[in-house]
């Protein structure tokens, strides 16, 4: 009862803290304001980390279909969440799972998908 | 001759001295900052919960700046400030694409407004230094401690994305991203306590900052935080 209580006034002062801004956070708010820093505001790569010269290796160009068909749908989700370095990638690319929940993860692999207009490796 | 140069300049010092005195008893540095600076920094908190709410932001929170800054720093840099954030408060606010390519408006970043005698910046910094963070672990650093620069420069630019955001100086010379501020002069501006709780939990302190939180051991985040604090 008293768990219940807790959890519903979390859920209904989520809502007052969404419903006071008058907009809830979509997923391309969420990419906008943690992946364009460095992958671009086209997804294309061309961040303004990466036009400033501070990556050393290129962030991916979440459109290039090519290269984004060769990643399963598990692998994008696991770069997301744990970072560059889980797949075997470069670390510059940071874990997120401190940051975003399950859901915000899952929502930005459907967009990437979105982005490169392909379909999962098998 | 002499007995009267020595007067004078005791006369000097004496009038100096009540001028300035004077000058910082008229000054309470609350009222200064309510009148030249509340209208840009958020001074009582809480941060911005939400990405709009970010979005409008005009200028980095102050309400925990006496965690945060070293007061010296404070008074010098209050009376003519140089660029810390090289993309601004926001970078998506300051940002325009060309040929595909996301960069900067380096023309709209503007530094911080404040232009403040050395008077009203010793009152300021006074008021600011009042604004702490209740919760922060004092202590926890000791920026005289030994540590490798070579094993900090392998954490901070190849084992984590650190230089993948932020501009730091190694050897004269400079690397690093630009989305997070520069961390070139930290030496004189950031306390170490606060460095070391701002890599331990970014969202603590602006719930949506778009630094990642990572996961690191005690001994990590000391050596990226001595590291840190030596640059100057």
């Not at chain 1, 809830?24 to 992946?35: F, G």
């Not at chain 2, 630019?157 to 930290?186: F, I, M, N, W």
Request: hydrophobic letters at 40%.
């Amino acid at each position: 009862m008293n768990r219940l209580a807790l959890s519903l006034g979390c859920i209904i002062a989520a809502a007052a803290v969404a419903m006071a801004d008058g907009q809830t956070e979509t997923v391309e708010d969420t990419y906008r304001l943690y992946c364009v820093q460095c992958h671009g505001t086209a997804g294309t790569g061309q961040g303004i980390n990466q036009t400033a010269g501070g990556l050393a290796v290129s962030a991916r160009d979440h459109t290039n279909s090519v290269e984004m068909s060769k990643l399963t749908d598990e692998e994008i989700r696991r770069a997301i969440a744990k970072g560059g370095d889980a797949v075997q990638k470069s670390e510059l690319m940071p874990p997120w799972e401190g940051v975003l929940s399950a859901k915000e993860i899952g929502d930005l692999v459907a967009l990437t998908r979105k982005l490169c207009k392909c379909v999962a490796a098998k | 001759m002499a007995r009267s140069r020595i007067l004078n300049a005791a006369a000097g010092g004496l009038f100096l001295a009540t001028a300035v005195v004077g000058e910082a008893a008229a000054l309470d540095g609350k009222a200064v900052f309510a009148e030249k600076c509340a209208s840009c920094h958020n001074i009582t908190g809480p941060a911005s919960t939400t990405f709009h709410g970010v979005l409008q932001r005009k200028a980095p929170d102050l309400f925990y700046a006496g965690s945060k800054f070293q007061r010296e720093w404070l008074v010098r840099w209050l009376q003519s400030p140089s660029r810390i954030r090289p993309s601004g408060t926001m970078f998506l606010n300051h940002l325009v694409t060309e040929d595909g390519k996301d960069r900067i408006d380096e023309g709209a970043v503007k530094p911080c407004a404040s232009r403040l005698s050395a008077a009203e910046s010793e009152a300021v910094a006074d008021y600011l230094m009042t604004h702490r963070d209740a919760k922060m672990r004092a202590g926890v650093v000791d920026r005289d401690k030994k540590f490798s620069t070579s094993r900090a420069l392998q954490l901070f630019t190849k084992q984590y994305p650190c230089v993948g955001c932020h501009r730091v100086r190694v050897r004269d010379k400079e690397t690093g991203g630009v989305s997070g501020p520069a961390l070139t002069d930290a030496s004189e501006r950031l306390n170490p306590d606060w460095v070391y709780a701002r890599i331990e939990n970014p969202q603590y302190w602006d719930p949506k900052t778009w630094m990642p939180k990572i996961d690191l051991s005690h001994e990590k985040r000391e050596i990226l935080t001595l590291f840190l604090v030596s640059r100057k």
